[in-house]
């Protein structure tokens, strides 16, 4: 299949959410798909699939670690989006991965930071507790360069906020 149908077949994948865990073992075979546009819509998507089914991407996830070193912004960005999207799912499937996260709040790309902050959101969710002694990661954010970056980074602060007063 060619990379415009293939794209939009995804597109249509993303609405059928009854389809999801059937799918889970295809959309991470297209990991290998010679395109940066398809491999980071897959990436986005087994994040999303990551959310509500953990345990059925839980074989994939090694392969999407393998994206974090990716030369392609896209393809880290999208990494990080989706091993927090699953560890917000559940945090015992990326636990092992998940300080290895840190190295992305000083990515030399914005929106591979911008991802880092929303995946460390996204974890802390339902594991706030982890993130207890790292607060000065994100307090240095608050003096990005980039103005996403600061404008995202006191969310962190709410996240945890409404989970640990």
Known sequence: MD???LYKELGVLTKEKEK????IPYVSSLLNYESVKIQ???LWLLGEMGLLYPQSVQDTVPTIVSFLDSPELLLRE???NALGRIGRGDYSIIESYWASLFRFASDEEPKV???FIWASENIATNTPDIYENYMSVFEKLLHDVDDKVRKEAPEIFRVLGKRRP
């Open 3 to 5: 990379e415009a149908k």
């Open 20 to 23: 999801w865990e059937e799918s």
């Open 40 to 42: 980071a819509k897959v």
């Open 78 to 80: 999208q990494a990080v």
């Open 113 to 115: 930071r911008l991802a």
